[in-house]
């Protein structure tokens, strides 16, 4: 895949990963970006995971035509694109390692081997000539780490990205981009979202024509709709108007009861009402759905004097990924003494301007007919939160 006549993709899809980072989900692969541009200079960008060195080598040595490295750009020490370096930088020993300063910190703990190669360190708004080309280096602290740097290359107007605008799946994999990269985003880089702003702000500046994230595809069209997907996911707004309604149900009664109230809510004439099971599907895919929508009904039974333990999880997941500014509403469920609303709301009050509404409804052990006013009131006042 060519980018264009000068920047080649030589990055591999991993079509077996169970799971990513060791917790997310993988449904189809997960791509390891990297690039050559080939100028009168030659520069990769980033090296893939370990899983992916061989056939990374491959690429890079055949779109090499012979020719040599002359500087490696390292956007980010995580495994999964520096997992590979040792590999390159033994077989071109010549090339310079392109980094800020914390990148070659970095470089020394996850390895304790010398390398022979020169060192090229950049800070914010240095510039590299490799001939027609030019490369300016563009920090980007805690998108995802701390020595995470973009890369823009002025004469193509390309911008290689890091982490930011990557998603799950294989680079070839026919999906939705929003789907995957609003999961990916919300649950690795979501705590971040006043940095993301920053350099968003210092994207706004420059014309950019394509994205080269280091997972998921290049993107080459459009680029505004991913910009503005961004812009709205770091400042924590809402992407949906709607409520999304999350179960944690032991055997099946506050499903149940989360299902009714669902309904009566859209009865009320909410066009967007999502119903997730906590127990069964992706928590990942929930914290995604959570930082989607304006607003959340969350339904738990009570299990040993708190909640059920993957509320309780799911919970502690939104609180490190800064889950924020959204209005949430309770429904708990308990044979003798219910305590579930109660944990759920300690967890949302640790988090920043939460509108937990007072309508919180307790069942027992099952929805009865008397328990229905008490759903409504919440129903409509959830719904009445949206308007
Ligand atoms: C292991 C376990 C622990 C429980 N702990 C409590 C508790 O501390 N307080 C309480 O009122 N109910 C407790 N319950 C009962 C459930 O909360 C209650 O039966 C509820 O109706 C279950 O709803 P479900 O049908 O959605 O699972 C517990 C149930 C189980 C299985
Ligand atoms: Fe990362
Ligand atoms: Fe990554």
Not at 40 to 66: F, H, I, P
Not at 371 to 385: F, G, H, P, S, V
Request: charged content about 25%; aromatic content about 10%.
């Amino acid at each position: 895949m060519n980018i264009s006549d000068a920047v080649r993709y030589v990055g591999v899809n991993d079509y077996d990963l169970d799971l990513f980072e060791s917790q997310y989900m993988l449904e189809k692969g997960m791509a390891y970006n990297s690039y050559l541009i080939l100028d009168d200079k030659v520069a990769l960008m980033d090296s893939v995971d370990k899983r992916g060195t061989e056939e990374w080598l491959a690429n890079v040595e055949r779109e090499l035509s012979g020719r040599k490295i002359d500087y490696i750009v390292i956007s980010h020490m995580e495994p999964d694109h520096s997992g590979s370096l040792a590999d390159i930088l033994d077989r071109f020993p010549e090339a310079t390692v392109v980094g800020n300063a914390k990148t070659f910190a970095f470089m020394g703990q996850f390895s304790d081997r010398e390398f022979t190669n020169q060192k090229l360190e950049v800070k914010e708004g240095d510039e590299l000539s490799l001939g027609s080309h030019t490369l300016k280096f563009i920090m980007a602290p805690m998108v995802h780490w701390p020595e995470v740097m973009m890369t823009y290359e002025s004469s193509e107007k390309l911008l290689f990205s890091a982490d930011a605008f990557g998603k799950f799946g294989t680079t070839d994999a026919d999906e939705d981009w929003a789907c995957e990269a609003r999961r990916y985003y919300f649950n690795i880089v979501g705590k971040y979202g006043v940095q993301v702003q920053g350099v968003l702000k210092k994207i706004d500046a420059m014309d950019v024509q394509k994205i080269l994230p280091l997972h998921g595809p290049v993107l080459t069209e459009n680029i505004d709709y991913n910009i503005n997907l961004y812009k709205t996911w770091s400042a924590y707004e809402a992407e949906s108007k709607g409520v999304f309604v999350l179960h944690a149900s032991i055997h099946g009664n506050t499903a149940k009861a989360a299902e009714e109230l669902a309904q009566m809510i859209r009865d009320l004439g909410e066009e967007r009402v999502v119903v997730a099971d906590l127990c069964r599907e992706d928590l990942a895919e929930c914290v995604e759905d959570a930082f989607r929508h304006d607003r959340m009904i969350l339904c738990c039974a009570t299990y040993d004097g708190g909640a059920f333990v993957p509320m309780e999880d799911f919970l502690h997941h939104l609180q490190i990924k800064g889950y924020r500014n959204r209005t949430v509403g309770l429904l708990e469920n308990g044979t003798w003494a219910p305590q579930a609303a109660k944990s759920m709301r300690t967890y949302l009050e640790s988090m920043k301007d939460i509108n937990i509404l007072p309508e919180t409804v307790s069942i027992k052990s099952s929805v009865k007919d008397s328990d229905k006013e008490a759903m409504q009131a919440l129903a409509q006042a959830i719904y009445r939160a949206g308007e």
